[in-house]
C-alpha cells in the first residue's frame, strides 16, 4: 500500500474512533430507564427499551474520554509515524460520540414506526446509522473542521471500513454474550 493510502486508513480509522466507542459502550454499560419512558406513538414504542439514558450518557461520555486520549497521544503518535493524524476540535470531541448516539437512537425510531421490533436487523442502517450521525452533526456544529479532516478519500474509506468494523464488533459482542443478536 502506498503511503497515502495508509495515511488515509489511519486517519479515517482515528477521525472515526470517538464516534465509533459509544454504540459500543452503550451495549456495556446500558440499560435501566429507556428514553421513550416506555411511551407508544400509532401501538409501537417511541424508541423502545434498547435506546436508555445510561447508555446513551456513558457512551457519549465514553466517546469524549477516547478523543481527550487521543489528542494526549496524537503528537507522539504524528512524530513516531511520521503521518500526520488530526486533533479533535473541542466541538469535534462532543458531536462525533453524541452525533453517533443519536443517529442509533434516530434509526430505532424509524425501526418503530416501520414496525420492526427491538432488535431486529436493518442490514445497512444497522452499520450506518451511526457513522451518519456523527458526520452530520459535525459537519453541522464545527464545519471548518470537518472539512479539514474529512476529505473525500477519508470519508470513502469511512463509508467503506464501518460496516465491516460494526459486524466484526458485534460479532464479538454477541459471542460475548452482551448482545442477543449477533448485528
Ligand atoms: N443501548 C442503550 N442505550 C443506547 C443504545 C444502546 O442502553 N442509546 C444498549 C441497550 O441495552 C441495547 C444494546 O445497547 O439493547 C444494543 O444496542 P442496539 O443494537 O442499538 O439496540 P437494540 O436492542 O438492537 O434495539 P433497536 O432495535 O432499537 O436498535
Ligand atoms: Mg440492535
Not at 417511541?46 to 469524549?64: H, I, S
Amino acid at each position: 500500500m502506498s503511503v497515502s493510502l495508509v495515511e488515509t486508513v489511519v486517519v479515517a480509522l482515528w477521525a472515526m474512533l470517538p464516534a465509533y466507542v459509544p454504540n459500543n459502550a452503550a451495549v456495556v454499560f446500558g440499560g435501566d430507564r429507556p428514553i421513550d419512558g416506555g411511551r407508544t406513538w400509532d401501538e409501537s414504542r417511541v424508541l423502545g427499551d434498547g435506546k436508555t439514558w445510561r447508555g446513551t450518557v456513558v457512551g457519549t461520555l465514553a466517546g469524549v474520554v477516547l478523543a481527550l486520549f487521543l489528542n494526549a497521544i496524537e503528537p507522539v503518535v504524528s512524530s513516531a509515524t511520521g503521518l500526520s493524524v488530526p486533533r479533535f476540535s473541542p466541538i469535534a470531541l462532543v458531536t462525533l460520540p453524541l452525533g453517533a448516539m443519536v443517529g442509533d437512537i434516530a434509526a430505532s425510531f424509524l425501526k418503530r414506526r416501520t414496525g420492526r421490533s427491538r432488535g431486529a436487523a436493518v442490514p445497512g442502517i444497522d452499520q450506518l446509522d451511526f457513522v451518519l450521525g456523527a458526520l452530520s452533526l459535525t459537519a453541522l456544529c464545527t464545519t471548518d473542521w470537518f472539512t479539514k479532516t474529512f476529505s473525500l478519500p477519508v470519508l470513502a474509506v469511512v463509508l467503506l471500513l464501518t460496516p465491516l468494523l460494526h459486524v466484526g464488533t458485534n460479532v464479538v459482542a454477541y459471542c460475548a454474550g452482551l448482545k442477543s443478536e449477533p448485528w
